[in-house]
C-alpha cells in the first residue's frame, strides 16, 4: 500500500507542476485576481480563475522567481520517480537530514533571486502585478542596498545564488568551471588540428606538385623543340672515306622502317654534339615507349652533359643489326634522323653491334641555312681533328660476325613520362568526422578510476589522447600497485565499461605512467590520400616511403622501407591485412617512378593483386603460381649476388653508394664499364639500378606448396640484400611458428601485427601480447626497427575503385619491361639481364656453345651460374650446354660437391 500512496503523490505532484507551470505561463493582467477586480466573460488563464489567482498571488510575491516553485516541484516528482524505480540517487546527494540542506538552499535561491530581479531587472518588459521581484524582492533590495550599497548588494546576491545553485542542483562549481575550461581547450584543440590538417595538405600538395615539375618542364621543353623550324641545309664535318659512305648507305634502309618524331626536326642534322643532349632531355618519354614489350632507353637525367666526347655517343645506343631483324625497335627513328647519318663500328673485339655514329662525307661542305643550323655546323667545325680521325677510322661490326647473336635487352629501363599519380585518383576524406567529446573523456576517466578501485586497484588518470579509432588514458597506479595487476584486469575492465576490448599499455616512452586503450563508440575511417597528401610524406625523401596510416593522436604514420629493410605482416581473415598490403603497395607506386623502384607480386589467391598485372614497375607478370614463385625468389638471390659484385669492383657499400657513383661520373661526361663485361676490350657502361621490392601475399601457401626451400632463399635475401637495394613484405594470415619461423623472424625485425585470435599468435609476431585485443578493419601493432614497443596504428583504407584508378594512370605510362626466364627458372646475372628463356638445340647445334666453351676454359670454372652470366641466357638453356660439354668431353660429371673439372687446357679451344 505505502507504494501505491507514493504513486498517488507522485501523479498528484506531476499535476501541481503542470498547472502552476500552466497558469503562470499565460498570466494575463485583465483577468480577476488579488490585487484587482474585473468582470470579464472569458478568463484568459489556460487555469481558468483559480489560475488567475494563483498565477496573480505568485507573481505579486515573488515576481519572475516565482517559476523556482515549479522547479521545486519538478524535483520532488523525479526523486520519487528514482525511488519508485529503485534507481540511485545522482553523484552529490545529500545524506541524513538533506530536505533540509534542500528546503534551505531552495529559500537561499529565491531570496537571492527576487533581489537580484529587483536591483538588476526592475525594467524588465514584462506583465507583472507589481515590479519585478516582488514584495520579497523589494523587501531584499532595500535591505541590502541600504547594508552594502548598489554594487555590494548585487555582489553579495550573487555569490548567495551561487551557493544556492550548488546546494539545491547538488552540482560544484569547479566541475563546472573544468568542463568549461575542458570545452574552450577541445574547441581550440579541434580548431588547431584542422588548421594543421589543412596546413598539412597545402604542404604535402606543394611538395607533390614539386615532384611534378620536372615532367611539367620537360613537357614545355618538347613543346618548345617542336616548333617549327625552317629548313636548313645539312651541316657536316669533312672527314675521310667512301667506305663510311657505303656503311651508311647499308644501314639507312633499316632505320627508315621507324615511325617519325616530328617532321620539324628535319631541319636539325647537328649529329651528336651538344644540342643532342638538350633534343634528347626534350622528348616525351612515351614518345620513346617501346612498341610492346621492348624496354625503352635509360633515364635520359643520367646522360652526361658536359665534358664528354661529342663524337661517341654518351649512351649505350640500339642495335641495328640483323640479330634484331625479329625484335620489336624503341621509337628512335626521331633521333636518328636528328642525327642524319649512321655508320657501324667495329671494335677490337669484334660483335653485332651497330652503333649510331658521325655521318662523315668529304664531299659534304657546311651550307649556309637557318641560324640553329649555322650554329650546329660552328660547333661541328670547332671540333679536335683527332676526335673526328677517331670516328672515321673505327672499323666497322658486321652483323654476321656475331659473338652473340642474341640480342641484349635493357633489365632496368624507364618507362613512360615518368610522372606520378595525382592525389585525386583517391576519394577524399571526409571534411566533418565525429571526435570524442571533452564530456565523454572526462566521464571516462572518472569510471576508470570507480571501477579499478572496485576491483581494488587504485589509480589516477592523468591525461587522455583521443584519436580516430582508440583514445588513450593515461594513469599513475598508487604507490604499491603493480603493472602486472592492471593487465591482468583489462578483461574484467573491458567488460565493466561495456566495451569490446581494452589494451593495456605497460610502458609508455618517457613517462612514468601506464595506457589504457579503449574503442571510441564511433570510429572514423583513415583514408590513404589522407596519409599521402600529409607533409610528413611528400617530405619524406627516400622513394620507398610507405604509408601506413594514423597513429592514436590522429598523426600521419610513414615508414622507410630502406630502413627496416624488411617488413612482416600477419593478421587473421578479415582483420584488414590484405587493405594494408593494398595501402603500401600504392604509397609506393605515388612516390617512386618505375626507373627507382621495381616489384615482384607475388599472390597464390589470384585475386589481391592481380590488379596490379601491366603496370610498369612489375619485373614480372604478377605471379599465381607458387612453382613460378620459387623461381622468382631463386632469381632474386641471383640479381642480388650480382649486385654485389659490381658494387665490389666499384668500391661501394650500397645501391645508393652505387647509384652516386653513377651520377657523379655521368656529370663528369663518363661512363663506367662493366666490369663483367663479355667484351673486356669494349666493355658496355652500367646503368643505375632500381631498388627491388618483393610482395609475397600469402607465405604460408608459399611454404607448403614449395617447401622449406623458399624459407633458405628469404633468409638468404633477408640477410644480404638490404645494400643490394632489395627488399622483403611478407605476409601471412596463419601467424604460426611452422609459418613464421625463428629463421626468418631473426631476419626481419620490422613487423606488423594485425588482429589475431589469441595471445599465442600475437607472441608469435611480435614476441609480445597485444595483438589479440585489436579492433579489426586495419587496426594494427607496427614494431619499428631497433625497438621493443609496438606502436598502434589505423591502417588507411583504400577501396579497389581506388586502385584501379591509379592502375590505368600507370598504365597510360607504357607497358612493363618484363625480364625473360624470371619465371621458368632463368637466372639473369649478367648486367643487361634477361636472358633469351630457354633455347632449344641438342648437340653442339647451339649457336652459343662455341662462346660458352670460350667463357668455361678461360675461367677455368664450369658452372651454370657463370654461363648464365656470360652469355646472359636463361638456366635450362645454360645447364644443356654444359651436358653438351659434358658429352663432347671438356667438363667431367658433376662430383658429389656440386663441382665440374675442366678437362682440357686452355690453348686447345684456340
Known sequence: MSRLFTEIRWLIQIALALLLLLALLSYDPRD????????????????????????????????????????????????????????????????????????????????????????????????????????LGDVVARAVSMALGFTGGTLLLLFAMAIASSLFFRFSWLSVAERLGDGIISAVTLARLRQEARRDRRLGEAAASERGSVVARSRRGAETMAAPVAP????????????????????????????????????????????????????????????????????????????????????????????????????????????????????????????????????????????????????????????????????????????????VTPQFVDHGDGSLPSLSLLDPAPTVQEVVSSE??????????????????????????????????????????????????????????????????????????MGLELPNSRRQTVRLSEVIGADVYNRAGSPLTMALGKDISGNPVCADLAKMPHLLVAGTTGSGKSVGINAMILSLLYKARADEVRMILIDPKMLEMSVYEGIPHLLCPVVTDMRQAGNALNWTVAEM?????????????????????????????????????????????????????????????????????????????????????????????????????????????????????????????????????????????????????PVRVHGAFVSDDEVHR?????????????????????VAEGEEGGGAGGGEGGDESDPLYDQAVEVVVKNRRASISLVQRHLRIGYNRAARLLEQMENSGLVSPMSSNGNREILVPNRDIE
Open 806 to 826: 591509379v592502375v590505368e594512370r600507370l598504365k597510360e605510362q607504357g607497358e612493363p619491361n618484363y625480364i625473360e626466364g624470371l619465371l621458368e627458372g632463368g
Open 32 to 135: 480577476p485576481a488579488w490585487t484587482h477586480a474585473a468582470q470579464v466573460t472569458r478568463v484568459a488563464n489556460w487555469g481558468g480563475r483559480v489560475g488567475a489567482y494563483v498565477s496573480d498571488l505568485m507573481l505579486l510575491m515573488f515576481g519572475m522567481s516565482a517559476y523556482w516553485w515549479v522547479l521545486l516541484i519538478a524535483r520532488r516528482v523525479a526523486s520519487v520517480f528514482r525511488r519508485l524505480n529503485g534507481i540511485a540517487e545522482p553523484p552529490g546527494q545529500h545524506g541524513e537530514g538533506g530536505w533540509l540542506i534542500e528546503s534551505f538552499a531552495f529559500v537561499l535561491l529565491l531570496v537571492s533571486s527576487t533581489g537580484i530581479e529587483a536591483l538588476r531587472m526592475w525594467s524588465l518588459p514584462v506583465a507583472l502585478p507589481r515590479a519585478p521581484g516582488g514584495v
Open 641 to 789: 649476388e650480382r649486385r654485389y659484385k659490381l658494387m665490389s669492383k666499384l668500391g661501394v657499400r650500397n645501391l645508393a653508394g652505387y647509384n652516386t657513383k653513377i651520377d657523379d661520373a655521368a656529370k663528369r661526361g663518363e661512363k663506367i664499364p662493366n666490369p663483367f663485361s663479355l667484351t673486356p676490350d669494349a666493355p658496355e657502361p652500367i646503368d643505375r639500378l632500381p631498388s627491388i621490392v618483393v610482395v609475397i601475399d600469402e607465405l604460408a601457401d608459399l611454404m607448403m606448396v614449395v617447401g622449406k626451400k623458399v624459407e633458405e632463399l628469404i633468409a638468404r635475401i633477408a640477410q644480404k640484400a638490404r645494400a643490394a637495394g632489395i627488399h622483403l613484405i611478407l605476409a601471412t594470415q596463419r601467424p604460426s611458428v611452422d609459418v613464421i619461423t625463428g629463421l626468418i623472424k631473426a631476419n626481419v625485425p620490422t613487423r606488423i601485427a594485425f588482429q589475431v585470435s589469441s595471445k599465442i599468435d600475437s607472441r608469435t609476431i611480435l614476441d609480445q601480447q597485444g595483438a589479440d585485443t585489436l579492433l579489426g578493419m586495419g587496426d594494427m601493432l607496427y614494431l619499428p626497427p631497433g625497438t621493443g614497443l
Open 440 to 513: 565523454t573523456i572526462e566521464f571516462t576517466k572518472r569510471l576508470i578510476e570507480k571501477k579499478l578501485k572496485d576491483f581494488g586497484v587504485e589509480v589516477a588518470v592523468m591525461d587522455a589522447f583521443a584519436g580516430p579509432v582508440v583514445t588513450r588514458y593515461e594513469i599513475e597506479p598508487a604507490t604499491g600497485v603493480k603493472g602486472s595487476q592492471i593487465v591482468n584486469l583489462a578483461k574484467d575492465l573491458a567488460r565493466s565499461l561495456s566495451l569490446v576490448s581494452i589494451r593495456v599499455v605497460e610502458t609508455i616512452p618517457g613517462k612514468n605512467l
Open 232 to 407: 636548313a641545309a645539312v651541316a657536316t664535318v669533312p672527314a675521310a672515306g667512301a667506305g663510311a659512305r657505303r656503311e651508311r648507305a647499308a644501314v639507312e634502309p633499316t632505320l627508315a622502317r621507324e615511325p617519325s618524331f616530328d617532321a620539324a626536326t628535319d631541319g636539325f642534322d647537328d649529329a651528336y654534339d651538344d644540342a643532342y643532349d638538350d633534343v634528347r632531355d626534350a622528348m616525351p618519354r612515351k614518345g620513346r615507349k617501346a612498341e610492346s614489350a621492348a624496354p625503352a632507353r635509360p633515364a635520359p637525367a643520367e646522360l652526361p652533359r658536359d665534358g664528354a666526347d661529342a663524337l661517341d655517343p654518351p649512351f649505350d645506343p640500339p642495335y641495328v643489326g640483323e640479330a634484331q631483324a625479329n625484335r620489336p625497335e624503341p621509337r628512335f627513328g626521331a633521333v636518328e634522323k636528328l642525327l642524319g647519318k649512321v655508320v657501324r663500328r667495329k671494335d677490337e673485339a669484334g660483335g653485332p653491334r651497330t652503333e649510331p655514329a658521325v655521318g662523315l662525307d668529304d664531299a659534304e661542305a657546311p651550307v649556309r641555312g637557318a641560324a640553329p643550323a649555322a650554329r650546329a655546323a660552328d660547333r661541328a667545325v670547332d671540333r679536335p681533328a683527332d676526335k673526328v680521325e677517331r670516328a672515321a677510322e673505327r672499323p666497322s661490326r658486321g652483323a654476321t660476325e656475331s659473338y652473340l647473336t642474341v640480342p
